[in-house]
């Protein structure tokens, strides 16, 4: 039976269609990432990953913080473009160094890619030597490299995205990096980001732990309850935070905490405390995001952020004691 003309011409759509690369672009909703998806757009099948960008075509809203969220954000892909970092609130009190966060946001991405598997991890960066190229590096994808930009980066980066191998250009600092931070318009919530020193051969749950069990040593009047699935911490004995074990997203170098209840946590709110050990650099992150505070805005950044940040930074100090 003949084959008709239509027919061949859906046969040769479809197999160009099934050809196209899915290039997804992790924390591409600035002008950048925008203009490369504009570029791609005719060749490749385009999304972008956004914290707080409302849904639209080609647009996913996603906290890439989160190593579960970036693992649905990349599955499918055949190449990722890293151009994650703060370029804007992310909550609003930032407890932290954008740059341990951009580290997080890069860690993300490499251990997304470590499960998803893309042909080629495609990550820029401006200054040359940034510690979150060893960090995409150590997901075991192959990785190409924009260093600087030049004049031109998004010409580069569609360069490398379409490339048939990986590659790595070092060139002039783009002199468009720099991005004025916009105002926080989002609920409440809380990002603290604390990077410690870890302790050689503890896990993640061990080190989790042990900063329970430590708490209740170091503040007067703290007692901490240490189970196998939970923690409570009780000041004077009332009960002030309860946090759960997610077993689904925890392994041996991420502990996920829930902080579900507790009278410092707003009702109906849950938060997220983590503790991550990453492999390059080989440092501890913990990680207090989505926290909404019971107390009055102006009490908590007066009392209990600064406390909270306080306890993280004695808390590493005597981990790297031990």
Same mark, same amino acid.
């Given at each position: 039976?003949p084959v008709g003309r239509h027919t061949?011409a859906? $046969?040769?759509? +479809?197999r160009?269609?099934s050809e &196209?690369r899915?290039v997804?672009?992790? =924390? !591409?909703t600035g002008?950048l990432g925008?203009?490369l998806?504009r570029?791609?757009?005719?060749?490749?099948?385009?999304t972008?990953?956004g914290t707080?960008?409302p849904?639209?075509?080609?647009?996913w809203?996603?906290d890439l913080?989160?190593?579960?969220?970036?693992e649905?954000?990349?599955?499918g892909?055949h190449?990722v473009?890293?151009?994650?970092?703060?370029?804007?609130?992310?909550?609003?009190?930032?407890q932290?160094?954008p740059?341990?966060?951009d580290?997080?946001l890069a860690?993300s991405v490499a251990?997304?890619a470590r499960l998803?598997?893309p042909?080629?991890?495609?990550g820029?960066?401006?200054?040359e030597?940034?510690p979150r190229e060893a960090?995409l590096r150590?997901?075991g994808?192959?990785?190409s490299v924009?260093?600087g930009g030049?004049?031109?980066p998004?010409?580069?980066?569609?360069? $490398?995205?379409? +490339?048939?191998?990986v590659?790595? &250009?070092r060139?002039p600092?783009w002199? =468009? !990096?720099?991005v004025?931070?916009?105002?926080w318009s989002?609920p409440?919530?809380v990002?603290?980001?604390?990077?410690l020193?870890?302790?050689?051969g503890?896990?993640?749950?061990?080190?989790?732990?042990?900063?329970?069990e430590?708490?209740?040593?170091?503040?007067p009047g703290?007692?901490?309850?240490v189970?196998?699935?939970?923690?409570?911490?009780?000041?004077?004995?009332?009960?002030?935070?309860?946090?759960?074990?997610v077993?689904?997203r925890?392994?041996?170098?991420?502990?996920?905490?829930?902080?579900r209840d507790?009278?410092l946590?707003?009702?109906?709110s849950?938060?997220e405390?983590?503790?991550?050990l990453l492999s390059?650099?080989?440092?501890?992150?913990t990680?207090?995001?989505?926290?909404v505070?019971?107390l009055?805005?102006?009490v908590?950044?007066?009392s209990?952020a600064?406390?909270h940040?306080?306890?993280?930074?004695r808390f590493g100090?005597?981990l790297a004691?031990?």
């Open positions: 039976m061949v859906r $046969l040769l759509w +479809a160009r269609m &196209r899915r997804v672009i992790a =924390g !591409g002008s925008r203009e998806q570029r791609l757009a005719d060749r490749c099948d385009v972008v990953i707080r960008e849904g639209g075509p080609g647009v809203q996603a913080l989160s190593i579960a969220a970036a649905v954000a990349l599955a892909a190449v473009v890293h151009l994650a970092r703060v370029s804007r609130p992310r909550a609003r009190l930032l932290g160094v740059e341990d966060v580290l997080l860690d251990r997304a998803t598997k042909q080629r991890l495609v820029f960066f401006c200054d030597g940034d960090t150590a997901s994808v192959p990785v924009l260093s030049g004049d031109e998004v010409a580069q980066l569609e360069q $490398l995205v379409l +490339a048939s191998d590659e790595t &250009r060139l600092r002199k =468009g !990096g720099d004025a931070a916009a105002a989002g409440s919530t990002l603290s980001v604390q990077r020193t870890p302790k050689v503890w896990t993640a749950a061990q080190t989790a732990r042990a900063y329970f430590w708490l209740a040593t170091d503040v703290v007692s901490t309850v189970g196998h699935e939970a923690y409570e911490v009780k000041a004077g004995g009332v009960s002030v935070l309860r946090l759960r074990r077993p689904g925890s392994a041996d170098d991420v502990e996920v905490l829930e902080v507790g009278s946590v707003a009702e109906g849950v938060g405390f983590e503790f991550r390059e650099p080989k440092v501890l992150m990680t207090l995001r989505g926290f505070p019971a009055p805005w102006l908590y950044r007066a209990q600064p406390m940040a306080r306890q993280m930074r100090a005597w004691q031990q």
